[in-house]
Every structure is written in structure tokens, then in C-alpha cells.
């Protein structure tokens, strides 16, 4: 009896299972009770004999031998009827109900379902089987017969979940963002009234904290266990092992973690195809493993847990990692970098090519992966979810791939965008940066190539997409393209999709909007530049537009040679008082910023990786030795002692002073308004502070903070 | 047919849907153009938070753009074959709901081929007026998009 350890091990699923058992024995039940009006009925036994089969199916996979038992006995009597062989009468279907109960009780009790003793009910049963129906003894059962049984088992409640249709869920979730919506409104009207009526306050502060709870709720209730994709990954580590002759175990964590079922359903591709990479190019053969001293046996494991509003899946493998080198070589090989910019670049951004098409690393093509196909088409899927997507490479020792996924798909942030009058949600994911177009400014400017427009924007070229126009709201025949008139100030934003980048031209950007997409009505199906739907904060409706379908409406191709654009050099001011800040923490919750363009290079290290000298710390770094500042040490934040975690360094353009900024963790980049709110008291290495999500950002004065360390580690 | 209708103008002429298929009607409504879609799709509507797609049955009957007058009246179908998307499309005006038997219905007339015979399900004969029954599934369907 091996019933008592799987459950341990599998109880998500165990659960899964039970859930679906109950169903179906409920169903058993209202069959059996019909076919006691019509012995006959052979729709209803074939429905009998395939619910007790998938019963008895999954039951024998967690091996919970009592429940395959049981009914596999009523599956055979059902067969028996099936095949004419018996006649059911009322005995027969009371012993089947019964024998159903007995199921039903071992499946609520499924933990100790092996202890359940079944003999009774199978001797029962079976003894259908071999004679033939018994009449006459009707008399014995009248208290037992179904019709008798029909009342008390229409009482029958399952009780912790309940399956319910999805879209009824859906309704649910659009009624409570109406809510939301509804609230809003009525917070702004009765804000001036809330002292002047008595009591109201108290009324609306509930109001708007219920809201907030329900909308909550509705969102958790299509969260889905990570499980339901990573299920299906046993499997194929099976297949692969087999196809590629090596020895592949799998190690999952993080079934539990939930996501948005539309999330869920979209992962299961990119997953597989990581995992396809990891078993096929990062995994050795057994003896080339063994003859590097490493185990046999090759290890993928798959991690997910929370952070934050994401959740963090981490696909790694203990295989050969990617050899840099070569990539190099294959990058040179396939003319999308010069030797000189090559050289110019840290690790991280030559890896960063791996998502490139037409770029594999491995070495030769196989059945199951390395045609250069994929990998793109994973970043693409993964930044459309509003996720993020790194690897992390370890020569020899493996490689991970790191995916930050948001919860849920159907809450984005967007920017509102005008063109011709409309209003438009652009999803933040999608959008680089946001470039206004000044006449006379000879960093960015707009010109004409044959009728297109560009923009030339530090040093690159983009092409302009004009939104008013690919949308066909301009009239036709009045030579749009001309008609713009470049003297005014122009305002572009920069869209990237993958690799590709180009400019959409708005004729305004309105406010930031977090919003409740809603799937593209199937009768707008075939328009390509909208991904859906959403109701804005004013009620109207506005389109949300598909980066990727504006591209391919304005028929633009893209060409893998296209010149990155060399962020970091420029000054990211993007408005009056704006300015996009890199955004990071140490071992506490305060988040701190410095702005984008004073960070030449953000370094990912590992604790073990610094060596200390005297007080200072250092890496090295380009075969140099750089000192390492914690803010920590200087700034009045939540200090301590990083162990050999991994860490970043983010290296500052600072010439008088090379040294890179020790930090624990890297958030994000955003722009935020940096026109300083002046702390009460000044504090030494913090200019001032300015608000992200609602958090407090201190930005740091990086001068101010070395000679701060140069005071403390030198004298 | 037998049951009620609800009689409504629509460029002119005088309709009538079964009254089973309509979920509401609203008036004066407030709906999103959408740029580059479909021409016998007016635009998008928000019904309390369901957006709605609003039809454009001039288009779909006499192909050619109807006249949208500034607040526009709105019939809105239940969901049915739709799946779970909800479906409306503009009147000139809704009229009357009128009981219709079947000594009233007579088959569509051969000579009309300005409407797509397929998209009108009868016709009933009143006193006065003649109404055309449409056949809003068929007007719907997907098949027959140019």
C-alpha cells in the first residue's frame, strides 16, 4: 500500500483530484437515480461507466488503491450492463449507491482512504455481476430505494470551492471595476460636502474601503495555482531525457504561487521552450558531465515565489552555461555587431543577444531546438504580459533564466494618448521613452526621407509612425505626411517591442492610467493595432492599441541591424522637473534613486565576489580593482551585512572619482518629478525626495556620499 | 411568428425584432468610434461596465453609411450566439410593441433586392404599415462580411 506518501507529496493536485471526484460521483449519483425510471437508458450507464473511469484513472496515478478499487467494480458492473450482459433492477442500482457513498466518503477522507475497508462493497458488487437479477426481493429494500434516496441527496452541499463558469467571474470583475468607478465619482462630488453633513465622512471612508475589498476579491477570484502549467513539465523532462539520451531530473518549487488565469494559460509556451533549451544546450551529455566531475545525472530546477506585485520564476540548470565567447563570435559571425562595440560591452548585454532572432548558441541544430527561432518570440511574449525576462550565466556551472511576471494581466498601466480628438490607452510595457520634439534642438530632430518621417535621436535613426494616420483618421489626399508642420513642438513616443523600435507620433499625452483591459470585441477581431478594450475613469470607452499591429499596419520592417540607441549617453529629461531615475534598495525597505544618466553600467556580482582591504571593499572590475560604496554604511538607512548574495554595482559616470555603488537589489527604472521637496533636515548624501508608487525615493547626491566614504575608509 | 414585437425606424422604413431577442433599449447614447474598424461597426458603447458593439444595420441592409444623429438610440440584443458579447445596433426611432400573429406574417415579397433577402425573416402586414422582421442573427453573423 503505497496510499499514505504521494499524498504528501502531491497534495495540490490531491486536491485537484478530489474536487473533480466529488463532481463526478455527484453525477453518479442523479444517474443512477435515472436510470431507476428506465433500466434502458444507455445514454446514462455510458456516462456512468466513463465518470467511475476517470475516477478510477486518477485515483491509480497518486496510487490510492481503495478508491481504484471500489470503482473499478462499479466499472465493471457498468460494463457488464453496457454490454447486455446483465440487466440493473433496483437492488443492483441500491448496491450502487450505496457503493457510491462509500466512494464519496473515501474521497472526502482521501488522506486515510487506504484504511477504508472496501471488501464489502466489492464482494456486493461483484456478486451482480456473475448472476443474473435477482427479483422478488424488492420487499427488502423499500426504505433504501432511490426514490426514497432522491430527498436526502439533493441535500448533498460540496463545500471550500465551488466551480463556477467563467464568465460569470468575468462579469463579476467588470461590475466591481464599475463599482470602483461609481465610488470615484461619488467621492468627487461629495467632497466638499463631506464636513458639512454630519456623519457622512465615516459613510464614505467604508464605502470607499469596501469598494476596494471587492475588487480585490473579484480580481483573486481568477488566480490560478503556477501548477496547473508546471504539471506538465514531468512529462517532457521524460520525453527530452529519452530523445536526448541524457539523464535530466526535474525539481519544481512553487506550484502554489498564483497568477491570473489569462497570465497562467499564455506562460505554458515560453516555459516549455526554455526548458527545451536548458535540457538540450545547457545540459551536458552524461560523460561529458562525468568527465567534468559533476554528477551524472543533470538537474533543471524550476522556482516561483512572490516579490512584490510579481511573481519571480526563476528556470535554472546546472549544465555548461552559455559560453560567452562564442556568442561573441556568433554575433560577429552574424554581422549584428562590430569587433569595437563588442568590446565595449559587459557580459550582461553581449547575453542580452541570446533574445536577438536569428541568433542560437547552440552548436548544432537538433530536433529539438537551435534554429535561432524562439527565444525572441519568448521576450516578446513575456514583455506583452508586462513581464521581464534575464539570464543570469555561470560558465560551466549553468545558466537561469529570470521571468517577472505582474499577478494579473487584466489590471496594466497605460499612458493616455490623443490623436485626432481620440483618446487612446497605450500600454506602459510597451513604451521606451517619451521624446518632445523642439524645432532647433539638433539632438533630436524630425526629417523627410522620400516622404517618411524619421527622427534622429542621439546619433540613431527611428522611424515615425503617425498614430492619426496608420488609424486612417486622417482624410486621405490631403498629404498628411507633408501637412505636419515641424515647427511645433512634437510629441513621439518611443515603442519598443523586443528589439524593434520606432516612434509613434500623438497630438497629445494625457495622465497615466492604470487600467481594466477587457478583450477586443470579436467584431474588431481583425484590427490589428488594438489589443482590447478598456472603460476609462470618465466612462467612455477607449481602445488600447497593439504596438506590435501599428507596426505591421504601418508596414514597417524592422532589420536586426538597426542601431541601438545609446541610452545612457543623453540626459533623460523627458520634461519640466522630470527625469528618469534608476531606482534601488540595500538590505531595507528604503528605496533610493540616482538618476539614469549619471549610471554608466549596472554590474551583477555575488557577495563572494568582493574582497575586503582595510575598511574598503572592492571588486574587480575590467581587470582593475574598483572601491565599493555602500550606501548603507554613510546614510541613516537600515544597515547590516550582505552575505554571498547576489548584488549589484551600479558604476557611476563619475571621472574624478571610479567607484561603483554596492546596492542589493535594482527595482526599476521610471520618471519621475525630480523638482526636490527640501527635507526638513538635511541629511549628508541625500539631495532630497520625490514619490514612486507611492513610495518615498530619497535621491542621493553622489558626491556628497564618496567624500563621505573617502572620510570614513581613508582617515 | 407569434409573440410581440418592438417596432422601430431605421432609414425610413418601418422594422420589427422579436421582442425575446432585445435586452434593452437605451437612448441618447455616448459610444467610442473605433478608427480603422469595420465599416458597419459604429463603435463601442458602455453599458455599466459592458462594452457593447454597436452595429451599423443601414450599412449591413442598404450598404451604405447611415445617418448618426448626435444622441443616438441604441436597441441592445441579448447575448445568445454571441457567446458572451453584447451586441446592439442603431434606430432612427423605436417605436411600439405590437402582438403579431401568423395570419398577419407573409413571406418577403420577390421584387424587394435592395435588402438582402436573407437578412429581413418576414413581413406582417398592419392596417397602416408594413413591417419588415429582421433576422439579427443573420445580420450578425460573421460570414457575410465583405
Redesign the interface.
Known amino acids: 500500500m503505497i496510499g499514505g506518501i504521494p499524498i504528501l507529496e502531491n497534495e495540490e493536485f490531491i486536491q485537484e483530484f478530489v474536487e473533480e471526484a466529488r463532481l463526478h460521483i455527484q453525477q453518479v449519483e442523479s444517474n443512477l437515480l435515472g436510470l431507476a425510471n428506465n433500466y434502458q437508458d444507455d445514454e446514462l450507464i455510458n456516462e456512468l461507466f466513463r465518470s467511475v473511469h476517470s475516477i478510477k484513472g486518477t485515483a491509480g496515478f497518486f496510487g490510492l488503491d481503495n478508491i481504484v478499487g471500489l470503482s473499478h467494480s462499479m466499472e465493471s458492473l457498468f460494463g457488464d450492463v453496457r454490454n447486455k450482459r446483465i440487466q440493473l433492477d433496483n437492488l443492483s442500482i441500491d448496491a450502487l449507491l450505496s457503493a457510491n457513498d462509500y466512494l464519496k466518503d473515501m474521497v472526502d477522507h482521501v488522506a486515510s482512504s487506504h484504511e477504508m475497508d472496501i471488501s464489502p462493497f466489492v464482494d456486493k458488487l461483484g456478486g451482480f455481476s456473475h448472476n443474473p437479477p435477482m427479483v422478488g426481493l424488492a420487499g427488502e429494500i423499500q426504505d433504501n430505494s432511490p426514490s426514497n434516496l432522491r430527498q436526502s441527496l439533493s441535500n448533498i452541499v460540496i463545500d471550500e470551492s465551488i466551480r463556477v463558469p467563467i464568465?460569470l467571474l468575468?462579469?463579476l470583475m467588470?461590475?466591481a471595476?464599475?463599482l470602483v468607478?461609481g465610488r470615484n465619482q461619488l467621492l468627487r462630488i461629495l467632497e466638499g460636502e463631506r464636513k458639512e453633513i454630519e456623519g457622512l465622512d465615516p459613510i464614505l471612508q467604508n464605502i470607499d474601503h469596501i469598494t476596494s475589498q471587492i475588487q480585490e476579491g473579484a480580481m483573486q477570484t481568477r488566480m490560478q495555482p503556477l501548477g496547473n502549467v508546471f504539471n506538465k513539465f514531468p512529462r517532457l523532462i521524460r520525453e527530452l531525457s529519452r530523445q536526448l539520451k541524457k539523464d535530466i531530473k526535474l525539481e519544481m518549487d512553487g506550484n502554489q504561487v498564483e497568477l491570473d488565469k489569462s497570465i497562467i494559460e499564455s506562460l505554458g509556451d515560453p516555459l516549455t521552450h526554455i526548458i527545451r533549451n536548458a535540457a538540450d544546450h545547457g545540459i551536458e551529455d552524461p560523460e561529458e558531465r562525468e568527465s567534468l566531475g559533476k554528477e551524472r545525472q543533470g538537474t533543471i530546477r524550476i522556482g516561483a515565489f512572490h516579490e512584490g506585485g510579481y511573481v519571480s520564476i526563476n528556470i535554472s540548470d546546472d549544465g555548461s552555461g552559455i559560453d560567452t565567447k562564442s556568442l561573441k563570435k556568433k554575433i560577429l559571425g552574424s554581422g549584428l555587431k562590430t569587433k569595437e562595440e563588442l568590446a565595449d560591452m559587459d557580459e550582461r548585454q553581449i547575453l542580452d543577444h541570446v533574445f536577438l532572432p536569428g541568433l542560437s548558441t547552440a552548436s548544432s541544430v537538433t530536433d529539438v531546438s537551435g534554429r535561432g527561432v524562439g527565444m525572441d518570440v519568448v521576450r516578446t511574449n513575456i514583455e506583452r504580459m508586462g513581464g521581464t525576462i534575464e539570464i543570469q550565466n555561470r560558465i560551466h556551472q549553468g545558466s537561469s533564466f529570470i521571468l517577472n511576471l505582474p499577478l494579473t494581466l487584466a489590471i496594466i498601466s497605460s499612458i493616455i494618448v490623443e490623436a485626432?480628438g481620440?483618446k487612446f490607452a497605450l500600454p506602459q510595457a510597451d513604451l521606451q521613452e517619451m521624446v518632445r520634439v523642439k524645432p532647433g534642438n539638433r539632438d533630436r530632430r524630425l526629417q523627410y526621407i522620400k516622404g517618411s518621417m524619421v527622427l534622429r535621436l542621439r546619433g540613431g535613426l527611428l522611424p515615425i509612425v503617425s498614430l492619426s494616420e496608420?488609424?486612417?483618421?486622417e482624410m486621405e489626399g490631403e498629404n498628411p505626411k507633408r501637412s505636419r508642420d515641424l515647427s511645433e513642438i512634437i510629441r513621439i513616443l518611443i515603442i519598443k517591442i523586443g528589439s524593434k523600435r520606432f516612434g509613434l507620433m500623438v497630438d497629445g499625452i494625457h495622465d497615466d492610467e492604470e487600467i481594466l483591459v477587457?478583450p477586443l470585441?470579436?467584431?474588431?477581431k481583425?484590427?490589428k493595432?488594438?489589443s482590447g478594450?478598456t472603460?476609462l475613469g470618465d466612462?467612455?470607452?477607449?481602445?488600447i492599441l497593439d504596438s506590435d499591429g501599428i507596426a505591421g499596419?504601418a508596414k514597417l520592417e524592422f532589420t536586426d541591424h538597426i542601431k541601438e540607441l545609446d541610452e545612457e549617453n543623453d540626459e533623460e529629461k523627458t520634461g519640466d522637473g522630470h527625469e528618469t531615475m534608476l531606482l534601488f534598495s540595500c538590505l531595507g525597505p528604503e528605496i533610493m534613486g540616482i538618476p539614469l544618466s549619471m549610471a554608466s553600467r549596472v554590474e551583477e556580482i555575488y557577495g563572494e565576489d568582493i574582497q575586503h582591504i582595510g575598511k574598503g571593499k572592492y571588486i574587480k572590475y575590467r581587470d582593475q580593482s574598483l572601491r565599493l560604496v555602500s550606501p548603507h554604511d554613510h546614510l541613516p538607512i537600515h544597515k547590516g551585512e550582505y552575505g554571498n548574495t547576489k548584488l549589484y554595482v551600479i558604476i557611476p559616470k563619475l571621472e574624478k572619482y571610479p567607484m561603483g555603488l554596492l546596492v542589493h537589489k535594482i527595482h526599476d527604472t521610471a520618471i519621475l518629478d525630480t523638482k526636490l521637496k527640501e527635507q526638513d533636515t538635511k541629511v549628508n548624501g541625500i539631495d532630497g525626495t520625490t514619490f514612486w508608487q507611492d513610495k518615498i525615493i530619497s535621491i542621493l547626491n553622489l558626491e556628497e556620499l564618496i567624500e563621505m566614504s573617502l572620510g570614513e575608509d581613508n582617515l | 411568428m407569434t409573440g410581440k414585437i418592438l417596432t422601430f425606424h431605421l432609414n425610413n422604413e418601418l422594422f420589427g425584432i422579436d421582442i425575446g431577442l432585445v435586452k434593452e433599449i437605451n437612448r441618447k447614447i455616448?459610444?467610442?468610434?473605433?478608427?480603422?474598424?469595420?465599416e458597419y461597426?459604429i463603435?463601442?458603447?458602455?453599458m455599466?461596465?459592458?462594452?457593447v458593439?454597436i452595429?451599423d444595420f443601414v450599412y449591413k441592409l442598404w450598404d451604405k453609411k447611415g445617418h448618426i444623429p448626435d444622441s443616438p438610440t441604441c436597441i441592445i440584443l441579448k447575448s445568445q450566439s454571441?457567446?458572451?458579447?453584447h451586441i446592439g445596433f442603431l434606430v432612427d426611432r423605436a417605436e411600439d410593441v405590437l402582438d403579431v400573429s401568423p395570419e398577419l406574417c407573409e413571406p418577403l415579397p420577390g421584387n424587394i433586392d435592395h435588402i438582402d433577402q436573407q437578412y429581413i425573416r418576414e413581413m406582417v402586414k398592419f392596417e397602416d404599415d408594413l413591417i419588415m422582421i429582421v433576422n439579427p442573427d443573420k445580420i450578425l453573423s460573421?460570414e457575410d462580411h465583405n
Not at chain 2, 30 to 38: A, E, F, L, N, R
Not at chain 2, 43 to 46: A, E, H, I, R, S
Not at chain 2, 82 to 85: D, K, P
Request: charge should be negative; include cysteine; hydrophobic fraction near 35%.
Open positions: 464568465g468575468d462579469n467588470n461590475l471595476s464599475e468607478l485626432s481620440q496608420v488609424l486612417g483618421l477587457k470585441p470579436i467584431h474588431l481583425s484590427c493595432c488594438y478594450v472603460i466612462g467612455d470607452i477607449a481602445m499596419q | 455616448k459610444y467610442t468610434p473605433i478608427p480603422g474598424g469595420p461597426i463603435g463601442l458603447f458602455n455599466r461596465g459592458q462594452v458593439t452595429f454571441m457567446g458572451n458579447e460573421m
